[in-house]
T-cell receptor, first 111, second 115 residues
């Protein structure tokens, strides 16, 4: 059974600081997704990582994938309050088009 | 392009009652998913359809949950009878499927409260 673990689960940080969210998964996969969820809202797709070594950046967020280590990271640069949300990684079970989600990381950015 | 539509957005029922949720996927998306998201957790897949056929329903509590996707477009998810632990947000998602990218697009969800 595929397990996806994120850490930390809760993160409180100050504006302007950098931090990284980690996503580990237990079986082989080369397709990983990052989603953002605001309170009471649905999931918004942030990044789709489709191969080993993939790196994608959008604004202050950068995601990477290391399929050999079964690890993805979401790096936040110079955080701003608007990035406060819960971030989920999800791993696609190969060939099955099914997503297994991590527990989520609740990010709070304080002024 | 219109996104995934779901209704109702909110529903409050008493335990042992029945409830149904509706989903209209993005036009042309062959694959449709229903997820259950309990407060504070990540979404959990309940059922996956490819056109109007079930691909995976291994995590669907079949004694009380049922789902169908008639004509390979809209889908309904039903709970009968509801239990307190069914309180959650039910998310519908769709993707192009094998003919295209596998990225899933999520609807706004239906928040169910069972009292």
């Amino acid at each position: 059974e595929l397990k996806v673990e994120q850490n930390p689960l809760f993160l409180s940080m100050q504006e302007g600081k950098n931090y990284t969210i980690y996503c580990n998964y237990s079986t082989t996969s080369d397709r990983l997704y990052w989603y953002r969820q605001d309170p009471g809202k649905s999931l918004e797709s942030l990044f789709v990582l489709l191969s080993n070594g993939a790196v994608k950046q959008e604004g202050r967020l950068m995601a990477s994938l290391d399929t050999k280590a079964r690890l993805s990271t979401l790096h936040i640069t110079a955080a701003v309050h608007d990035l406060s949300a819960t971030y989920f990684c999800a791993v696609d079970i190969q060939g099955a088009q099914k997503l297994v989600f991590g527990q989520g990381t609740r990010l709070t950015i304080n002024p | 392009e219109a996104g995934v539509a779901q209704s109702p957005r909110y529903k409050i029922i008493e335990k042992r009652q029945s409830v149904a949720f509706w989903c209209n996927p993005i036009s042309g998306h062959a694959t449709l998913y229903w997820y259950q998201q309990i407060l504070g957790q990540g979404p959990k897949l309940l059922i996956q359809f490819q056109n109007n056929g079930v691909v995976d329903d291994s995590q669907l509590p079949k004694d009380r949950f049922s789902a169908e996707r008639l004509k390979g477009v809209d889908s309904t998810l039903k709970i009968q009878p509801a239990k307190l632990e069914d309180s959650a947000v039910y998310l519908c998602a769709s993707s192009l499927g094998p003919s295209g990218a596998y990225e899933q697009y999520f609807g706004p969800g239906t928040r169910l409260t069972v009292t």
